[in-house]
T-cell receptor, first 111, second 113 residues
Framework: QQQVKQSPQSLIVQKGGIPIINCAYE??????FPWYQQFPGKGPALLIA?????SEKKEGRFTISFNKSAKQFSLHIMDSQPGDSATYFC??????????FGTGTRLLVSP | EAQVTQNPRYLITVTGKKLTVTCSQN?????MSWYRQDPGLGLRQIYY???????DKGDVPEGYKVSRKEKRNFPLILESPSPNQTSLYFC????????????FGPGTRLTVL
């Protein structure tokens, strides 16, 4: 069963746009929500992560918004660049590093 | 350089021919894990290991075996591969506490004919 639902499956934005990727979860025991970025031919790499005691976290152009009551979190990429074109995975963790991943969003930022 | 390495990177084999994909990390991490990545399904955990000689099943363990005899190595074994195991495989490692970041290897693309 899919414990973390991710949408959309793919996304195309123009350079400078703000793509938003959404994830929803059911398990209230999840206590860590990372986003991973994957370029073609590479393994996923941690981009940014949040814990449920905060509602927003920013690192550079990347922002996670977290809504604990709705059990949803999202990734926003400000001033997106062609170099941000990649596949993005949200994930959730109940501890002991057992990550559950979303199905991924393929982002294309056109020049 | 801190890294997770996997070998081979690409492998084409036939049904039933045993194979091993190796994984090694140089970060002295206790935790290691194997995932498979399939289109539309994301990354699914196959097996994980909390430390040497400690392994447990993930979400899709059927048809796979692992062993953890040394801290740095965590090989994935397919004793009788089948076409439905054609996939992209990733090994990952992390420290068990404090740092929740999992570091992924470059992936192994396996095709079973």
């Amino acid at each position: 069963q899919q414990q973390v639902k991710q949408s959309p499956q793919s996304l195309i934005v123009q350079k400078g746009g703000i793509p938003i990727i959404n994830c929803a979860y059911e398990n209230t025991a999840f206590d860590y929500f990372p986003w991973y970025q994957q370029f073609p031919g590479k393994g996923p790499a941690l981009l940014i992560a949040i814990r449920p005691d905060v509602s927003e976290k920013k690192e550079g152009r990347f922002t996670i918004s977290f809504n604990k009551s709705a059990k949803q979190f999202s990734l926003h990429i400000m001033d997106s660049q062609p170099g941000d074109s990649a596949t993005y995975f949200c994930a959730a963790n109940t501890g002991f590093q057992k990550l559950v991943f979303g199905t991924g969003t393929r982002l294309l930022v056109s020049p | 350089e801190a890294q997770v390495t996997q070998n081979p990177r690409y492998l084409i084999t036939v049904t039933g021919k045993k194979l091993t994909v190796t994984c090694s990390q140089n970060m002295n991490h206790e935790y290691m894990s194997w995932y498979r990545q399939d289109p539309g399904l994301g990354l699914r955990q196959i097996y994980y290991s909390m430390n040497v000689e400690v392994t447990d099943k993930g979400d899709v363990p059927e048809g796979y075996k692992v062993s953890r005899k040394e801290k740095r190595n965590f090989p994935l074994i397919l004793e009788s591969p089948s076409p439905n195991q054609t996939s992209l495989y990733f090994c990952a490692s992390s420290a068990p506490s404090g740092a929740d970041t999992q570091y992924f290897g470059p992936g192994t693309r396996l095709t079973v004919l």
